[in-house]
């Protein structure tokens, strides 16, 4: 049942915004003659390494500085990419691999094979599913750059304060997925962009719901400082 509504909705999806894809295109290769889109590799379900396409929000070959996590003043982004990342704008693409069944609508969101190498055994759990475009995480950390906003090391930063939780919530989604959480998650999603404190209380009054641990629920809430956290609990 899945699939199939991730097969229409995609469908669907990129029927109507396929001009806008075409324009964006041509908008991003016009700001350097390069190729406007961006694709790395993922590991998907069952670990399974997978080519994501995404708008192109960072100046070519950006991946050589080693650097996974971006903060919010990363000279690797381009003024264009920066209003794209801004709206979620560089992530439509990624309808085509929703299309293709190498992503979800809804699912944790897939990394890159340096990070998951330093999975805890707890979160492999995350590959049982396919990952997502959306999810808890997407909502609770879509300020993620400016979390690591200043930070000496982004990555170090990344993996402390935000991958603990990211992954909690990951698997949350995973023990407690239905059709009909995805369609509230893809709500809420477009919610956030116009009032993120809404769709973060909703997510607090659903993971009550759900009735997880009270840290993760004070994190998710966002209004308390992150502080590091180690993964290796997990």
């Given amino acids: ?76 982004i381009t003024p264009i990419g920066r209003i794209l990342r801004a709206y979620k704008l560089d992530e439509v693409t990624q309808l085509f691999n929703i299309l293709t069944g190498s992503m979800s609508f809804v699912g944790p969101r897939p990394n890159v094979q340096d990070e998951v190498k330093l999975y805890t055994q707890t979160e492999m759990k995350l590959f049982s599913v396919k990952p997502g475009v959306t999810d808890f995480s997407s909502i609770v950390f879509s300020d993620e750059a400016e979390i690591l906003s200043g930070k000496e090391d982004p990555n170090l930063s990344y993996n402390q304060l935000i991958r603990p939780w990211k992954s909690r919530l990951g698997i949350i989604y995973i023990e407690n997925q239905s059709l009909w959480l995805d369609f509230q998650l893809i709500f809420y999603t477009f919610v956030s962009l116009i009032s993120k404190e809404r769709a973060v209380n909703w997510i607090v009054n659903k993971l009550n719901q759900f009735s997880v641990d009270e840290e993760v629920i004070k994190v998710a809430s966002r209004k308390h400082k992150l502080i590091p956290s180690d993964p290796y609990e997990l």
């Fill in 1 to 76: 049942m899945k699939r199939s509504f991730d097969i229409v909705l995609s469908a669907i999806s990129l029927t109507i915004i396929f001009p806008i894809i075409i324009l964006l295109a041509v908008i991003l290769w016009l700001q350097d003659f390069k190729n406007p889109f961006y694709i790395p590799r993922r590991v998907g379900e069952n670990g399974k390494i997978f080519k994501m396409v995404k708008f192109r929000s960072m100046i070519v070959d950006a991946e050589l500085s080693g650097i996974n996590s971006t903060s919010l003043e990363d000279h690797r």
